[in-house]
């Protein structure tokens, strides 16, 4: 299922100096840096399902999500996988391995299309080179990526249930849902078996769980849309 970057179709992105560049990575670079950054960078669309990088595969560049999102995911030796986070429009996938020249520790993998940049590990590395204030972005950047990590351990490993464990993925999606009189509105784009592999369960528990939750009046669910209508009730599932 890998994609090679050579079947994307390029893109060209907008160059107008007064867009805004979407990504907390870039809020702190200085027009500079951002203009040496972007001059760097090369933009394709990839279509869904199209493998970026595989876990274990030497890191020869920088991905940088523009548009869509991106599945990061590890599998064990017998072909079980976790789903670590879908990455958002600004993030810069597996900075760890790009710094320090180790593996990829994770597989990404577009949900749908996408536009994503990239840029050569030795380009970015003399980018750095020449503008040493980046290092404090890069240094937020792995920060989130280590808070992140810790809230999948404190959802996965440490939850004692299935439902807990759901309640604690649905409500961390509720932080980009939209807030109506109804409740909490989010847009899954994962099936159950997906969303398992998100908390390490079955697509069967999946679907169980979610039973139950509607027939508490926790959440409902039309399509693709979710509604979390009793916020707080769900709470309950996932103590802090």
């Not at 950047?141 to 280590?146: A, D, H, I, Q, V």
């Amino acid at each position: 299922m890998r994609t090679n970057m050579g079947t994307a179709n390029k893109v060209e992105r907008n160059t107008n100096p007064e867009a805004r560049r979407v990504g907390e990575f870039f809020n702190n670079l200085s027009p500079e840096a951002l203009s040496d950054f972007e001059a760097l960078e090369r933009t394709s669309v990839y279509p869904a399902n199209a493998v970026l990088f595989l876990e274990k595969d030497r890191p020869k560049g920088i991905f940088i999500l523009h548009e869509g999102r991106i599945k990061l995911s590890i599998s064990s030796g017998d072909g079980k996988k976790l789903i670590l986070r879908v990455a958002n429009p600004g993030e810069l996938l597996d900075l760890t391995a790009v710094m320090t020249g180790v593996p990829y520790g994770m597989t990404a993998e577009t949900q749908h299309n996408c536009i994503v940049g990239f840029i050569r590990r030795e380009d970015f590395l003399h980018f750095l080179a020449k503008h040493p204030d980046a290092y404090q972005s890069i240094v937020r950047e792995l920060s989130r990526n280590y808070q992140r990590a810790c809230e999948k351990l404190r959802t996965v490993v440490l939850s004692a249930s299935a439902p807990e464990r759901l309640a604690r993925l649905l409500l961390e999606w509720c932080q980009s849902g939209q807030q109506t009189e109804s409740g909490t509105r989010v847009k899954i784009s994962m099936t159950h078996e997906e969303i398992g592999e998100c908390i390490g369960t079955s697509r069967e528990t999946v679907t169980r769980t979610l039973s139950d939750f509607r027939h508490r009046d926790l959440v409902m669910l039309h399509g693709s849309t979710l509604m979390v209508s009793n916020r707080a009730a769900l709470e309950s599932f996932a103590p802090a």
